[in-house]
């Protein structure tokens, strides 16, 4: 057996195989949903890390009798927070160094031009806008540490943030997940919500790229 190929799979695709590490692991999955919501939103370099199909997924099992969902808004919301805390950290402290190198693989400095836009569009109402925004979620409270926002001002956002999010995702999934139509086509729910998450970045994508290519034809017929 690939261990590899096996962790790999069930770290990006950890909302489908839930069910299965609840079977096996029992309350320890806990721990194991903690520990993602906290990576996913803690660290600029695991934007990958499934969330709001992970948290929307957790809610259905819970509302099968598989997980409480009061511990796992509990859980999960201290996970959310505490990982926006640990990414502004070191925001704060290391952002302008580990970005001065634009080739950088791990840290691209294209989310961060990206994440910036977004301050400068919605100020610091951003890092509760960006929670429901995949990649632009975890750039979020680093740039707000680079740019030397309070850490007063960012904690309360933070918190408001976190909370909602988890609310949402996880409490939609609880009240919505074991719905016949839902249940029987799980799956496809669970790639729905993916889509859903990441159509604001392809469309913030495709729209800068629109935006660019018109500055640059504009450039070359001066």
Same mark, same amino acid.
């Given at each position: 057996?690939?261990?590899?190929?096996?962790?790999?799979?069930?770290?990006?695709?950890?909302?489908?195989?839930?069910?299965?590490?609840?079977?096996?692991?029992?309350?320890?999955?806990?721990?194991?949903?903690?520990? /993602?919501?906290?990576?996913?939103?803690?660290?600029?370099?695991?934007?990958?890390?499934?969330?709001?199909?992970?948290?929307?997924?957790?809610?259905?099992?819970?509302?099968?009798?598989?997980?409480? /969902?009061?511990?796992?808004?509990?859980?999960?919301?201290?996970?959310?927070?505490? !990982?926006?805390?640990?990414?502004?950290?070191?925001?704060?402290?290391?952002?302008?160094?580990?970005?001065?190198?634009?080739?950088?693989?791990?840290?691209?400095?294209?989310?961060?031009?990206?994440?910036?836009?977004?301050?400068?569009?919605?100020?610091?109402?951003?890092?509760?806008?960006?929670?429901?925004?995949?990649?632009?979620?975890?750039?979020?409270?680093?740039?707000?540490?680079?740019g030397e926002m309070s850490y007063l001002r960012f904690l309360a956002y933070n918190v408001? !943030?976190?909370? !909602?999010?988890?609310?949402?995702?996880?409490?939609?999934?609880?009240?919505?997940?074991?719905?016949?139509?839902?249940?029987?086509?799980?799956?496809?729910?669970?790639?729905?919500?993916?889509?859903?998450?990441?159509?604001?970045?392809?469309?913030?994508?495709?729209?800068?790229?629109?935006?660019?290519?018109?500055?640059?034809?504009?450039?070359?017929?001066?």
């Amino acid at each position: 057996m690939d261990y590899i190929a096996w962790f790999v799979d069930l770290t990006l695709h950890l909302d489908r195989h839930l069910g299965e590490l609840i079977a096996q692991y029992g309350a320890l999955t806990y721990g194991v949903l903690f520990a /993602v919501i906290f990576l996913e939103t803690g660290f600029v370099v695991t934007p990958f890390l499934p969330g709001d199909s992970l948290l929307f997924a957790a809610g259905a099992l819970a509302a099968a009798g598989s997980l409480d /969902v009061g511990l796992l808004y509990v859980a999960l919301t201290t996970a959310a927070v505490l !990982g926006d805390t640990v990414n502004y950290s070191i925001g704060h402290y290391l952002g302008p160094k580990v970005f001065h190198y634009p080739k950088s693989r791990l840290f691209n400095p294209e989310h961060l031009q990206r994440t910036s836009r977004f301050f400068e569009r919605y100020g610091a109402k951003t890092i509760v806008i960006a929670r429901f925004v995949p990649i632009v979620r975890t750039f979020a409270p680093f740039v707000a540490g680079i740019g030397e926002m309070s850490y007063l001002r960012f904690l309360a956002y933070n918190v408001i !943030g976190g909370a !909602g999010w988890v609310a949402i995702c996880l409490f939609g999934g609880h009240f919505f997940g074991n719905l016949p139509v839902v249940k029987d086509n799980f799956g496809l729910v669970i790639l729905g919500i993916i889509f859903v998450s990441v159509l604001p970045a392809v469309v913030t994508f495709f729209t800068e790229r629109a935006a660019h290519r018109r500055a640059q034809s504009a450039a070359d017929q001066r």
